[in-house]
């Protein structure tokens, strides 16, 4: 009975060993298979990989590119901009109104209102003042005030008649007459009379 009982032991051990080789080759087949599917995908995924550091390498230089790019366009317009400040300022400058051959003489005024050129000081009735404006075809055409100063031999302004702000904005000066032309850009004669007190006008040179 022992032998027998020892005998279905050693069986049931063998079953039991038989059907553990089994069950272990199938768990090891499973996994092997997924260790292959594992291996595969991570296979793809290292390809992927490799596509995206090269397609973001591709990428780097194109920004890179486009840096360089943005940078010389930047100082290509900083360079344009700067030509086009001196270019308006030259233009402002070279479109001021020139004014020469100005001449001024003293008259006196008739009973009959007719008036005459006189040498005489205490005979002054009116300065007649004329001059020219240069032809500018860069100045704007159309109405422009004329600002007349004429300064008497002590450095004062004959006529005091109001105060005008030059272009600057900050300096002012005084003006003896005021008057308004139709300029065209072509030259331009230019002749007012003045009416002045005889007690105001010294001699000298105005």
Do not use: H
């Not at 366009?73 to 400058?93: A, E, F, G, M, P």
């Not at 003896?176 to 002749?191: A, H, P, Q, R, S």
């Amino acid at each position: 009975e022992e032998l027998e009982g020892e005998r279905e032991l050693i069986v049931m051990f063998r079953d039991s060993v038989v059907n553990l080789k089994q069950a272990n080759k199938s768990i090891i087949r499973r996994y092997r298979k997924k260790i292959a599917a594992l291996e595969s995908a991570n296979k793809e995924l290292f390809q992927q990989n490799e596509e995206l550091v090269a397609q973001n390498q591709g990428l780097n230089q194109q920004i890179d590119s486009a840096n360089v790019y943005i940078g010389n366009q930047i100082k290509r317009i900083d360079t344009l901009s700067q030509l086009n400040s001196d270019l308006t300022d030259k233009v402002t400058v070279g479109a001021i109104l020139k004014v020469n051959s100005v001449n001024v003489i003293a008259m006196r005024k008739r009973n009959n209102g007719d008036l005459r050129e006189t040498s005489r000081a205490r005979n002054t009735d009116v300065l007649r003042v004329s001059f020219t404006i240069d032809e500018n075809l860069l100045a704007e055409s159309g109405s422009k005030k004329i600002f007349i100063q004429v300064v008497n031999p002590g450095g004062g302004v004959v006529k005091n008649s109001g105060v005008s702000t030059l272009n600057d904005e900050v300096t002012e000066v005084s003006y003896t007459d005021i008057l308004d032309v139709d300029y065209i850009n072509e030259k331009l004669e230019v002749i007012t009379v003045i009416d002045v007190e005889r007690k105001e006008i010294n001699k000298g040179v105005y």
